[in-house]
């Protein structure tokens, strides 16, 4: 029998006894909607994690020499926390012999940052604030750009002028709803002119990114951010064409030989690059995907037991009719065909209700919750061949038991 | 396919065609069942049963033979033989030139296909299709494209007057519309022989009359006919008789014979 004639005796074989078949592939279903929620929902969260967090934090191209990782979701236990804060701070004095190590056309931002109380006339509740010192190319390399008003001077960063640029939550802070350029705000009784707002930076795990100060590094505010000549960190942004590695490796050799380690003695300064920040997340991630297929698999086996059992009844009940169309010529190879094929429609038809729920699912979880919910098409695909497959070898059992009937004794069966 | 083309393939024994010339009275018509020393046992929880014991038959083509004898007389087993259906323990039997006592299931099943059109008393249409798809099916199997199956199962259904009714399914049709939608349907793949098992049981006397005249139509035509039967009047309108008893033939006769014997035999046969 041609296999489009085949799935349409399938399809019509279903659609008679529709809610029996909906019972048959229950199981299927169920078991493909968990597939497909839990893959949408690890791939958003791993998405958010990449672009929103990391992506937020850590400029594109570009890594960081800090002393300690700033985005840490992985070791925590209290002994490697104790290693980290040991280690030696990173100083300006850092910032001369590893710009010295470097190509030219790489760019770098030397970056303190501190919370500091600030106040405005408008405001007089002060309100602890991050405020960041940096050197001229970090607008560049972070990609931050003012809606309103403008970045530094060359000379303000020069002369280390009472200017500051602004994040949106402070804006409405302070100045609440007055037009923030121009005005001061004032920290440790040092006025500070405003003379940009920047574009708001979204927020991650409700935390806004929009509540800061940017001053230059030759402001007063240094002094503040960083005493004693220490900064946080210095941010490197390495052109495409150039290798991210080899750069890496050459500030590397500048910082140990800058902290004196031996060849034995382990780094005790960090490069941190998106890729190092999301090296835990990568991992738990594959336990996830491990376990949203583990788990539906076990939905779909007792699914493909339902299936089986099922069309073994299905057989018994058309024996009379396996018998007909056997003595108007159907082969062995029809009735196993005809019968895998019902089978692996019904599984079919449960995995794609799968796929339509899961989808569901995952929407309202990304509705109900931060996390965005990303369908993959690769997860859609595979649960749907996973149904077909299922379906199969379900049908393969009783499939070849209708096959082998006897066509005379078929016949007889009332 | 004559008798003397058949016999060269066939590689029949000198007895063999002592049976065959003498069966084939009419030269030049075509052989289309030759069985010879068929015999079908059947272990039955431990008791064999002899069902034919040695059945030696041989059918010409636009013959109309009816099968008698009473319940137990291996009738059934012989339809099932002749059909295809079943597959003789010893014996040879010979369908349109093709040796099908050894044939694997599926080469019987493409016979079925091919050469045999099976009427039954219980009409066996499948319920949940409609008369043109019941008439379709063996057109399905033989690998028909769909349009092709459509037209040459409207033209089988119009043979047997039921081009109005092609769209309903067995349910809503009579006991006789239901059996010429059977009949339809064997006729369909224009089998070498119309196969009827007791096509009238299940049907009252006016129907049958009904359906033994399309049977009468197709014969005249020149369709080969077969039928079981174990009801004489039924049996009379075919043009040569065959008498099972105890899985052996007791008599053979054409219609002029018959019909004088009939008298004689329809008292042992109810």
């Known amino acids: 029998m041609p296999f489009l004639d085949a799935i349409r005796l399938a399809l019509q074989t279903i659609w008679v006894q529709k809610l029996k078949s909906f019972f048959t592939l229950l199981g299927v279903m169920i078991g493909v909607t968990f597939l497909i929620a839990v893959v949408s929902i690890v791939g958003g969260m791993s998405r ?48 001369a012999p590893i710009v010295a190590a470097l190509e030219p056309d790489i760019r770098y931002a030397a970056v303190g940052i501190g919370s500091l109380n600030a106040e405005s006339k408008y405001q007089l509740k002060p309100k602890a604030t991050r405020v960041f010192t940096v050197t001229p190319d970090y607008f560049d390399i972070k990609r931050m750009a003012p809606v309103k008003g403008r970045l530094f001077s060359p000379q303000e960063y020069e002369h280390g002028s009472n200017v500051i640029v602004i994040g949106q939550d402070v804006a409405k802070y302070y100045f609440n709803g007055l037009e923030p350029l121009g005005r001061e705000l004032i920290v440790k009784g040092l006025p500070y002119t405003v003379v940009g707002v920047m574009e708001t930076q979204g927020s991650a795990f409700g935390q806004s990114f929009d509540q800061f100060i940017v001053a230059p590094h030759t402001s007063p505010l240094n002094r503040l951010v960083n005493p004693h000549g220490l900064i946080n960190s210095i941010i490197i942004q390495v052109p495409g064409q150039r290798s991210m590695v080899s750069t890496m490796e050459n500030v590397r050799e500048v910082m140990r030989i800058r902290h004196h380690l031996r060849p034995n003695q382990k780094d005790n300064f960090e490069l941190q690059t998106s890729d190092s920040a999301l090296e835990f997340w990568n991992k738990i991630k594959s336990y996830l995907v491990i376990a949203g297929v583990a788990l539906p698999a076990i939905g779909l086996v007792v699914g493909a037991i339902v299936i089986m059992n099922i069309m073994l009844v299905a057989v018994a009940e058309r024996t009379r009719e396996i018998g007909i169309r056997k003595a108007l010529g159907a082969k ?10 019902e089978s692996a429609t019904l599984s079919t038809l449960g995995a794609a209700l799968g796929v339509a729920t899961g989808f569901a699912f995952a929407k309202v979880i990304s509705m109900l919750s931060p996390l965005p919910a990303a369908v993959e098409l690769w997860s859609v695909l595979v649960g749907i061949s996973i149904g077909a497959g299922v379906g199969v070898i379900a049908g393969v059992y009783p499939a070849s038991r209708a096959s082998r009937l006897d066509p005379i004794t078929a016949l007889r069966q009332e | 396919m004559s008798y003397e083309t058949v016999e060269a393939p066939l590689g029949m024994t000198a007895e063999r065609q002592a049976v065959v010339a003498e069966a084939g009275q009419a030269p030049g018509k075509d052989w289309v069942i030759v069985t010879r020393g068929i015999k079908r046992e059947y272990d039955m929880g431990g008791e064999v049963v002899r069902a034919l014991r040695g059945v030696d038959l041989a ?26 259906l079943d597959t003789p323990n010893a014996g040879e039997y010979w369908l349109n030139g093709q040796q099908v006592s050894t044939m694997t299931d599926d ?51 119009t043979r047997v007057n039921l081009e109005d009714r092609m769209d309903h399914r067995p349910n809503e049709l009579s006991g006789g519309q239901r059996q010429r939608v059977a ?11 119309l196969l009827a098992d007791e096509p009238t049981g299940n049907l009252d006397s006016s129907t049958s009359e009904e359906i033994m005249r399309v049977f009468e139509t197709l014969a005249d035509q020149g369709q080969t006919v077969i039928m079981v039967t174990h009801e004489p009047d039924i049996a009379a ?21 018959f019909v004088e014997k009939l008298g004689i035999l329809a008292p042992t046969l109810k």
């Open chain 1, 48 to 95: 958010y994690m990449s672009d929103e967090l990391v992506g937020k934090i850590m400029a594109i191209n570009s890594f960081e020499v800090r002393q300690r990782p700033n985005i840490n979701i992985g070791d925590n236990s209290e002994e490697h926390q104790r290693e980290l804060r040991r280690r030696p701070r990173i100083e300006e004095a850092d910032v």
């Open chain 2, 107 to 157: 080469a019987l099943a493409r016979v079925r296909n091919k050469e045999i059109g099976f009427v039954f008393q219980t009409f066996n249409l499948l319920p949940r299709a409609t008369a043109l798809h019941n008439v379709e099916l063996p057109l399905v199997y033989a690998g028909v494209s769909s349009d092709e199956r459509k037209r040459r199962a409207r033209e089988a259904l």
């Open chain 2, 59 to 84: 059918i010409m083509r636009n013959e109309y033979v009816a099968i008698m004898g009473p319940s137990g007389s291996g009738k059934s087993t012989l339809m099932n033989t002749i059909g295809c």
């Open chain 1, 332 to 341: 062995r190879r029809d009735i196993m065909s005809q019968f895998l094929v």
């Open chain 2, 183 to 193: 009949i339809a349907r064997a006729l369909v793949n224009n089998p070498s022989i």
């Open chain 2, 237 to 257: 309108h075919a043009r040569r008789v065959v008498v099972l008893r105890d899985g052996v033939i007791a008599s053979d006769d054409r219609k002029s014979s």
